[in-house]
């Protein structure tokens, strides 16, 4: 299926590591495949071997001035390159500006902005940060008719009473889905899983609830 009669705009300009970055490169393989997309993406992955032939990629690089004042002037200058009307705009963790395309898709990548930081082992400036971008996306709801999240656990942080389209889109790959589908006979063991690397997964109380669930 081509889909080069419809112009889509991805936002992956904050992504550059783990979960985030392995969905952005599954995007970026199956719309260069179907017709091609244009991607915002973060410069930190330009050394990346990404073979695209028929996706456009704008590299962007932010400062944290920018992103506490959610300034995205560069989808303006985007949008003049691209020349035409945009008919998808998805923005991953970014809260939606405007009306960038005819429909607007925000991604919640991250829970912590829309929940309380007690007992998450966040350092202080990194819980205010967090805060301020739950107040920019709460802001900027009106901007997105579509809403999606990881989990029907994230997805049940937005407002009951916003009438968007929610949806749930986990990060995966079609590897992993064929491998869950599988009837295969495991022994299960006492195990626990923490997804991530980042202090934010909070190891010592992660392996306390596990020491409950026992």
């Given at each position: 299926m081509l889909i080069d009669a419809?112009?889509?705009l991805f936002n992956f300009s904050s992504t550059f590591t783990g979960g985030g970055l392995k969905r952005l490169i599954a995007y970026l393989e199956w719309f260069d495949n179907n017709g091609g997309a244009h991607f915002i993406v973060n410069h930190r992955i330009k050394d990346l071997p990404?073979?695209?032939k028929n996706n456009t990629l704008y590299y962007i690089d932010s400062s944290k001035i920018q992103k506490a004042l959610n300034?995205?002037?560069y989808l303006v200058d985007i949008a003049r390159q691209?020349?035409?009307d945009i008919d998808l705009y998805y923005s991953y963790g970014i809260p939606v500006p405007y009306k960038v395309g005819k429909v607007n898709w925000f991604h919640l990548s991250n829970v912590l902005p829309l929940i309380e930081h007690s007992g998450h082992g966040l350092h202080l400036l990194r819980s205010i940060e967090l805060k301020w971008l739950g107040v920019l996306i709460r802001r900027n709801y009106k901007n997105a008719e579509v809403l999606?999240?990881?989990s029907n656990y994230s997805l049940s942080l937005f407002p009951s009473n916003?009438?968007?389209n929610l949806v749930v889109s986990p990060n995966g790959s079609d590897k992993e889905i064929k491998l869950f589908e599988q009837s295969i006979d495991l022994k299960i063991n006492d195990i626990a899983v923490i997804v991530g690397t980042w202090f934010k997964k909070d190891l010592d109380n992660s392996y306390n609830i596990f020491l409950e669930l026992q």
């Open positions: 419809i112009i889509i990404l073979d695209n300034n995205q002037n691209i020349g035409t999606s999240a990881e916003l009438h968007h």
